[in-house]
Each structure stands twice: as C-alpha cells, then as structure tokens.
C-alpha cells in the first residue's frame, strides 16, 4: 500500500484518520508543529492500531512547520530514499479559531495560506500530484434556508478563517487547471466533526476555552465549566436553538480512506465533497441526547444569538455517498457516548505499553 503524508497529524481530525489509514494498510509519515495538540496523541494512535488484527504498518512522525520547505522537501526525499515514495498528501494543519482569525488575521493567512503554499511548492516539486485538502462548510457562510447546503451553493465566507479555506481552495483550482491531466485534488467541507474513537484513547482536546459546542458540553458535563450558555432560542426551528449535522469522527476518518482511494485509483480530477450525515440536530437535541445516553447531569441557561450563527446547517452529501464507497455508519448516540468516554479518560495518565516510543522516525 502506497505511503501517505498527513500535515496536522497530531491533531483532531488528523489523529483519527492517521488510525483509520493504518488499519487500511497505509503507511503513514505525520508531520505537526504541536502548537495545538498534545504529544501523546499518536502514541496512542499507535497503542489502538497495535490491538488490531494486522498492525504491521509503519507510523512515522516529525515534529515541524508546514511553512519550512526545506524540511518538507527532505521528508519528500527521505521517502523516496526509502523506496517508498510519498503518492499522496492529507492536509489537515492549520488553525481553525473563528474568533481568533478576526483578531489576529495575519497568523492565520500565514499559517494556513502560506503553509498550504510551502506544501504545493514541495509536493510539485517532488512529483507528489494527489491530495485531500480539509476545508469547511463555513465557506458557505449564513445560510437562512432550511433547505441542505450543496457543493455548488454559494460561497459566502464571512470571516478570515473561512476566507482562508475559499482561498485555499482556489489556489488548487488554480494548480489543477495548470496541468489537468497530472494532478487528483479533493476538497472535503466538514460540517461539524464530533465525538472520539471507541476505545476512549483519542478524541478532541482544545486548549482553553472551547469555541464549539461539542468539547464545551464535554468539560462542562465533566465539572471542568460551571454551565453551558444556548446562544439563542429564538431561531426559526422546531426547538428555537440552531441546528447543524454533526458526524462522528471516525465516519469523517474513513471518508479521507475512502477518498483518497478513489483518487488514486482514477484518473486526474479535482472534486469539492460534503461530508456531513445530512441529518439535523439542534442544540437542545444534542444537549438532551448526552444527558440521556451518558446519564450525567449539568446545568444549560439559554442566551443571545452569537454573531455569525446560522439556524441551519446541514449537508446534502449525496455526492460523496455516491462517489466514494463511503456513507456514515454512527447516529448521535455513538457520538456522545465515545465523545465523553474520551473526556472522562482525560485524567488517567497513559502508560505506553511497549518499552520505547510507538514512532518510527524518518531522520
Ligand atoms: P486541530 O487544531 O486539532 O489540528 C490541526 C493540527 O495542525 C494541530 O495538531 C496543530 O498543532 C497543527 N498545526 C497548526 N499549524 C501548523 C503548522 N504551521 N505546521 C504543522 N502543523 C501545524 O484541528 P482539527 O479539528 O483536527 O482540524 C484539522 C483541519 O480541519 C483544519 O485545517 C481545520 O481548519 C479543518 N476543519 C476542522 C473542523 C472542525 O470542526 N474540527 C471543521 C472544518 C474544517
Ligand atoms: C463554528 C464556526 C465555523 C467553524 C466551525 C468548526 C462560527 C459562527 N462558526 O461553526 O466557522 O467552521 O465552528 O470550527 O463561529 N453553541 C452554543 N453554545 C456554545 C457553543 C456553541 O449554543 O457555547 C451553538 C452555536 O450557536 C451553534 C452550535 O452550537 O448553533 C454549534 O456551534 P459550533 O460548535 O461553534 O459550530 P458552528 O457554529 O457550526
């Protein structure tokens, strides 16, 4: 199975999809600055992918930015040197805080616009042609519909974080038409990823203050926060609160399998995906199922509407479920139940179960 480069491997998203392309005998080099995510993360990748049935695969990790090129070109060509050369890219480094995009918007062009540049810059020069590119449904911007959000909606970023992921975006369109026949690009819009993986071992872990709802919940269910504020209740759905289409987080890990198996298996393209369940839930909904399925209790007040929000956001993923040989297997409950028995591991400290570190290092 070919070798995977993943940018951001340490974090969330990355962490789980390193699992779910081990397990699918990929070979994996993650590189992360980790300046947002622990160190542990992928030991414990690792120590879960070692209780599988066939954990023969090689997980090979570097600490750095995605804005040094020297560094990304001697990862390419280490690859090479192995004989096992990088054939695709999984991109998920980059920041993601709305809010701190709007007061520091400068951090956030560099990082992930110049960031993405220095990795297209190598990939190109390294003859590396495919990759999955993780970009949002906060392209889309306020969407006052209640009808689902299509790849071809408007895009309407409202704020540096999604002006971003638009731009990013653009620039691949830009690298695509350059050389049609030469390059496989998959755009995937995320709706909202939640939850952890079932043994408990990964999950999300923000520092601070969590800005979404999900973690929120967790450390307030946990004792961490005193109380969850509801921002509004007076939107025009069933309930009053907003609705979104949250995906666990292994259903979103296995559409980057399926994805780029399907790129690397078919001829040049560039395709924009959604990938959400296209199901609605609205916050109250969310609140009600955690309480009930985690038989934990905590206290919610309902507040203002938070500036920017929409009431609807949910995902028409009929392209995606047609095109990959991919569909979301977990419902609501799996969510809440794998997302707070990750929170409640939080404070047992990890014992690595083999002598040494799991990764391998390339240099
Ligand atoms: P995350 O913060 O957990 O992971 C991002 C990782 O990138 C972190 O480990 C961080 O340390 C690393 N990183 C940041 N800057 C870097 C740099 N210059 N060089 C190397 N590593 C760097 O976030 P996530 O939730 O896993 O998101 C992954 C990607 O998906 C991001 O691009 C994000 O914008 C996008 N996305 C996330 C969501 C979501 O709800 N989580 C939704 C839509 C899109
Ligand atoms: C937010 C960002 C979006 C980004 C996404 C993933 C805004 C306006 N949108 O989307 O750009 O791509 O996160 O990082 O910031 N909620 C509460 N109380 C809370 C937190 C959230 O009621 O303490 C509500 C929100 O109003 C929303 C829902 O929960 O209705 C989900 O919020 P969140 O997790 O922040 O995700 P998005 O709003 O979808």
Known sequence: MPTVFITGGSGFIGSHTCLSLLENGYDVIAIDSQINSNKFTLEKVFEVHKSSKNPTKKLFFVEGDIRDEKLLDEIFKKAILRKKPIEAVLHFAGLKSVGESIKNPIKYWDINVGGSI????????????TIVFSSSATIYGVNQKSTSLKENSSIHPINPYGENKVTIEKILKNIFDSSIKKWKIANLRYFNPIGAHSSGLIGEEPEGIPNNIFPFICQVASGKIDKLEIFGNDWPTEDGTCIRDYIHIMDLADAHK???????????????????????TSVLELVETFIDINGCDFNYIFGERRSGDSPNVIANNDLATNLLDWKPKKNLKDMCRDGWLYQSNLNKEFVLNSASSNLQKLF
């Open 118 to 129: 220095s990795l297209f810059k190598c990939m190109q020069n390294n003859n590396c042609n």
């Open 258 to 280: 399926s994805a780029l198996n399907y790129l690397l298996t078919k001829d040049s393209q560039f395709i924009n995906l959604n990938i959400g369940t296209g199901i609605g």
